[in-house]
């Protein structure tokens, strides 16, 4: 099995920052891309950032210069710095991983169980 797991959500006033942390565990042969998706109340999931095996990120124009999305030493772990944040980053945050579980399984989308960010005005 496969689990994301984040943390570091939270509430937060206008203009603050917080940093999200997203683990990855279990059987895994290969992390393609690891990322961070939202999910805003009546909105559908859009992307916030990824990070690929090989450094290239990727950041919604929402976010640009205020976020950045870096990985952990160990590899498995993802990381989301918000700065600045507005009352328009109010969202549960979702780790996304693309990986490959075994040299015999194919590549999958996991998902984690999302973190609440809220940003207070």
């Known amino acids: 099995q496969v689990q994301l797991v984040e943390s570091g959500g939270g509430l937060v006033q206008v203009g603050g920052s917080l940093r999200l942390s997203c683990v990855v565990s279990?059987?895994?042969?290969?992390?393609?891309?690891m990322g961070w998706y939202r999910q805003a109340p009546g909105k559908q999931r859009e992307l916030v950032a990824t990070?690929?095996?090989?450094?290239?990120?990727n950041y919604a124009d929402s976010v640009k210069g205020r976020f950045t999305i870096s990985r952990g030493n160990a590899k498995n772990t993802v990381y989301l710095q918000m700065n600045s944040l507005t009352p328009e980053d109010t969202a549960v945050y979702y780790c996304?991983?693309?990986?490959?579980?075994?040299?015999?399984?194919?590549?999958?989308?996991?998902w984690g169980q999302g973190t609440q960010v809220t940003v207070s005005s």
């Open positions: 996304y991983a693309d990986l490959k579980r075994s040299l015999w399984n194919g590549r999958g989308d996991y």
């Open positions: 279990g059987t895994i042969f290969s992390i393609y891309t």
């Open positions: 990070l690929t095996s090989a450094d290239d990120t």
